[in-house]
């Protein structure tokens, strides 16, 4: 089962937040809710990885856009 505090963050970005806007309004949940640090080090490690696979996505892109300069 996905914690609620992840499910929260989803929700945020697939309503229009960016992965950092949505990291942002969901951590005070936590508190507010009764979290702990358990779901905050999930929130992070889903943040993590969100990061990293937008940046893998942007660097294939870019790498994809060099390749079609330098072959064209």
Do not use: C
Request: zero cysteines.
């Amino acid at each position: 089962m996905t914690n609620r505090f992840v499910q929260i963050y989803k929700d945020y970005q697939s309503r229009g937040k960016s992965i950092d806007e949505a990291f942002i309004l969901t951590v005070p949940k936590i508190a507010w809710k009764g979290g702990t640090i358990d779901d905050l080090q999930e929130l992070e490690l889903a943040h993590i990885h969100d990061i990293r696979t937008d940046f893998d996505k942007i660097m294939k892109e870019l790498g994809e856009d060099i390749y079609e300069r330098t072959t064209v």
